[in-house]
């Protein structure tokens, strides 16, 4: 008599190492609630036979004996040291699965960084506004790092970023100033962290042309004999366009004793106005008035009198 013969089988299975072992460790959370429903139904069939068993369901006759209790006492036990049994089955099995689990590698990790610059074109130092906020973010496999990572930059010419480094927030996101030293021309920024490098952001630096306009009051009068002071307003422009909103323009005075001017700097509005109020403190007197903004300066000369009561 010749043995079977048994036919060439040959499955093919892709299931890594790494995808294995949470199939295993969830055929164990498996087995155990399997055992905890046998647990359970036994714990039942004890409730019925003392009539504790919810709903009012007991014996029939309800009289219990001592050889009921002993009877199912008997096959609870019989029950619980199969399930012990398995129990230490599903031990072993466990710890072959966390010795598995310490010979699989952790999954490489991916950094990436992001980074922007606003605004893109800005002025050479000392003629318009020369700076640009640089922003972006740092993740881990899509998760940001731990707060205070440090994000490193390197640019290539005619401008410094501070703070370098700069740290990351809870969310991995960064915050920097690039600062034109030189111009004009082109200089690229990139931001490094964790090994890792960020798109490259170019910033136009060019030469610009500031302006600046003001107009005010031609005389006004002394502290205490009329009206005392004088609104000043005024324009800067770069280039012929307006700065960034909130561009500081700051005053000087010839003569402060004879006046006082607020606010002082005064903020740029979207159009590049500003306004701001100059109040005569003494008297009489010639002032003059010079507004300054990125290095550019215009004056107004203003007559202190004394006014008749």
Same mark, same amino acid.
């Given at each position: 008599?010749?043995?079977?013969?048994? $036919?060439?089988?040959?499955?093919?299975?892709?299931?890594?190492?790494?995808?294995?072992? $949470?199939?295993?460790?969830?055929?164990?959370?498996?087995?155990?609630?399997?055992?905890?429903?046998?647990?359970?139904?036994?714990?039942?069939?004890?409730?019925?036979?003392?009539?504790?068993?919810?709903?009012? #369901?007991?014996?029939? $006759?309800?009289? %219990?004996?001592?050889?009921? =209790?002993?009877?199912?006492?008997?096959?609870?036990?019989?029950?619980? #040291?199969?399930?012990?049994?398995?129990?230490?089955?599903?031990?072993?099995?466990?710890?072959?699965?966390?010795?598995?689990?310490?010979? %699989?590698?952790?999954?490489?990790?991916?950094? &990436?960084?992001?980074?922007?610059?606003?605004?893109? &074109?800005?002025?050479?130092?000392?003629?318009?506004?020369?700076?640009?906020?640089? &922003?972006?973010?740092?993740?881990?496999?899509?998760?940001?790092?731990?707060?205070?990572?440090?994000?490193?930059?390197?640019?290539?010419?005619?401008?410094?970023?501070?703070?370098?480094? /700069?740290?990351?927030?809870?969310?991995?996101?960064? &915050?920097?100033?690039?600062?034109?030293?030189?111009?004009?021309?082109?200089?690229? %920024?990139?931001?490094?962290? =964790?090994?890792?490098?960020?798109?490259? %952001?170019?910033?136009?630096?060019?030469?610009?042309?500031?302006?600046?306009?003001?107009?005010?009051?031609?005389?006004?009068?002394?502290?205490?004999?009329?009206?005392?002071?004088?609104?000043?307003?005024?324009?800067?422009?770069?280039?012929?366009?307006?700065?960034?909103?909130?561009?500081?323009?700051?005053?000087?005075?010839?003569?402060?004793? =004879?006046?006082?001017?607020?606010?002082?700097? /005064?903020?740029?509005?979207?159009?590049?106005?500003?306004?701001?109020?100059?109040?005569?403190?003494?008297?009489?007197?010639?002032?003059?008035?010079?507004?300054?903004?990125?290095?550019?300066?215009?004056?107004? /000369?203003?007559?202190?009198?004394?006014?008749?009561?």
């Amino acid at each position: 008599m010749s043995f079977p013969n048994i $036919p060439n089988i040959t499955p093919t299975i892709s299931i890594t190492t790494a995808q294995t072992i $949470p199939l295993l460790l969830s055929s164990i959370a498996l087995e155990e609630l399997a055992l905890s429903h046998i647990i359970n139904a036994k714990a039942e069939e004890i409730q019925f036979v003392l009539g504790t068993l919810p709903g009012g #369901r007991t014996l029939v $006759p309800p009289t %219990v004996t001592i050889s009921n =209790l002993l009877d199912i006492n008997k096959r609870v036990q019989g029950t619980l #040291r199969d399930v012990i049994k398995k129990e230490m089955l599903l031990e072993f099995k466990f710890e072959n699965v966390l010795d598995l689990l310490a010979t %699989v590698p952790p999954p490489p990790s991916t950094v &990436t960084v992001t980074l922007n610059a606003d605004p893109t &074109t800005i002025c050479a130092f000392g003629t318009g506004p020369n700076t640009s906020i640089l &922003t972006g973010q740092v993740l881990v496999n899509g998760s940001p790092p731990p707060a205070g990572t440090p994000v490193s930059f390197i640019v290539s010419a005619l401008g410094t970023v501070a703070p370098n480094p /700069a740290l990351t927030d809870a969310f991995g996101n960064f &915050t920097a100033i690039f600062t034109s030293t030189d111009g004009p021309g082109m200089a690229a %920024v990139i931001a490094t962290a =964790l090994g890792a490098s960020s798109n490259t %952001v170019t910033i136009t630096i060019n030469n610009c042309q500031t302006t600046i306009t003001l107009v005010g009051p031609g005389s006004i009068c002394s502290l205490g004999t009329g009206s005392n002071t004088g609104i000043l307003t005024g324009q800067v422009l770069v280039n012929g366009s307006p700065p960034p909103p909130g561009t500081s323009v700051s005053f000087t005075i010839n003569n402060p004793a =004879l006046g006082t001017i607020a606010p002082n700097p /005064a903020l740029t509005d979207l159009s590049g106005n500003f306004t701001a109020t100059f109040t005569a403190t003494n008297g009489p007197g010639l002032v003059t008035v010079t507004a300054t903004a990125f290095g550019a300066a215009i004056i107004l /000369a203003i007559n202190i009198m004394d006014c008749p009561p």
